[in-house]
Every structure is written in C-alpha cells, then in structure tokens.
C-alpha cells in the first residue's frame, strides 16, 4: 500500500528540520517544539508521526543506512578500482543531493551510527564479493584488511567533505581512494 503524500511530506519536513537543528545543537537538548518550529508543523501533527525525537532520529538513521547501501551494491572483484569509484561517487552524489544528510553526518555527534553502519556495509558487501569470487578464501584473511579499508576509506572521504572539498577535486581524490583500495584488495586476493 502507497503512503499518502502528505505523510511523506511531513516526515521529510520534520527529519530536515531535525537534521538541521544538528549542526547547531545536541541531540539531547532538541525538544519536540523545537523540531516542530523548524518544520513548520504543530506539536500534535509531529506526534501523529514520530513518538519522541529518539523516532525522528531512528528514522533518519535508517534512511541514510538504506541510501548508503544502495550506493555500495554492487561491489565487484574483478573491478575493484571501478567498483569503488562507483561507490564514491554515488554516495557523493547523494550528499550532493542531499544537503542535510551531508551535514548530518558531517556536524553532528549522532551520526556516528551512521557511519559505523557505512563501513559495516562496505565490510559486508566487498567480503561477500570476495568469498563468492573466491569461495576457497578463509573469511579470517579477508575481513580485517577489508576493515581496515573500508575505515580508511570513509575517514579520509570524512576529512576532505569536511574541507569544503577543497584540499583535491573529486575525480583525483576519488581517483587515489581507489588505487589504494584496489591495492589492499588485490593482496589480499593474491595470497
């Protein structure tokens, strides 16, 4: 069954407002009436969709993890430079897009969730891709250096989103990402 527009209207407006009010302020000292001001709706209409601000953030959580995910589907062994270029500049694009997310993430102390989740989901899907490509692989000499990739990649993409994206241009930083990426996978592919 199709939500109705509005519903999905108000939600959106209510996670904006809430992301917004992020880049300024904890979570903690966040009220309800704070998040509905921002928005543009009555305490009673905020109610009518989340129970408290901990559902507002849940739900933002969610949406950004399931958006993450989409961006790092495919991931494929054979490809690893063009996968992770793929990769990053899907999820660029979806910062892009998404102004609040892009803060959000960026600004706030309770994204750090988020970006556990990122890196969880990097882990799962190149390891996965491995053990399919090479199913005779122990699982234990794929997963750490795999973390330690995935760690590095969404720390250094942190760092220079944080710059303004002004310490390289996105096709040469995306570029050295990959090549490290493709480096650490294809060692541990060769073993």
Same mark, same amino acid.
């Given at each position: 069954? !199709?939500?109705?527009?509005?519903?999905?209207?108000?939600?959106?407006?209510?996670?904006?407002?809430?992301?917004?009010?992020?880049?300024?302020?904890?979570?903690?000292?966040i009220s309800v009436?704070?998040?509905?001001?921002? !928005?543009?709706?009555?305490?009673?209409?905020?109610?009518?969709?989340? !129970?408290?601000?901990?559902?507002?953030?849940?739900?933002?959580?969610?949406? *950004?993890?399931?958006?993450?995910?989409?961006? *790092?589907?495919?991931?494929? #062994?054979?490809?690893?430079?063009?996968?992770?270029?793929?990769?990053?500049?899907?999820?660029?694009?979806?910062?892009?897009?998404?102004? !609040?997310?892009?803060?959000?993430?960026?600004?706030?102390?309770?994204?750090?969730?988020?970006m556990t989740r990122?890196k969880e989901i990097?882990?799962?899907?190149?390891?996965?891709?491995?053990?399919?490509?090479?199913?005779?692989?122990?699982?234990?000499? *794929?997963?750490?250096?795999?973390?330690?990739?995935?760690?590095?990649?969404?720390?250094?993409?942190?760092?220079?989103?944080?710059?303004?994206?002004?310490?390289?241009?996105?096709?040469?930083?995306?570029?050295?990402?990959?090549? #490290?990426?493709?480096?650490?996978?294809?060692?541990?592919?060769?073993?």
């Amino acid at each position: 069954m !199709a939500t109705d527009k509005r519903i999905i209207k108000t939600r959106a407006a209510i996670k904006n407002a809430f992301m917004q009010l992020m880049t300024k302020t904890e979570a903690s000292k966040i009220s309800v009436s704070d998040i509905a001001a921002k !928005a543009l709706v009555n305490r009673s209409t905020f109610y009518l969709h989340y !129970a408290d601000v901990n559902a507002v953030i849940k739900d933002i959580d969610g949406e *950004i993890a399931a958006k993450i995910e989409e961006c *790092i589907s495919d991931f494929d #062994v054979d490809d690893v430079y063009g996968s992770t270029y793929a990769m990053l500049e899907n999820i660029s694009a979806l910062l892009d897009e998404k102004e !609040a997310f892009r803060n959000y993430l960026l600004f706030s102390k309770e994204a750090g969730g988020v970006m556990t989740r990122l890196k969880e989901i990097m882990v799962e899907k190149t390891t996965s891709a491995i053990l399919a490509a090479h199913p005779d692989m122990p699982e234990a000499d *794929i997963v750490l250096p795999v973390t330690f990739t995935a760690a590095g990649l969404t720390h250094s993409y942190e760092v220079w989103i944080r710059s303004g994206k002004n310490m390289k241009p996105r096709d040469e930083f995306i570029s050295e990402l990959c090549d #490290v990426t493709e480096y650490v996978i294809k060692k541990v592919i060769m073993r």
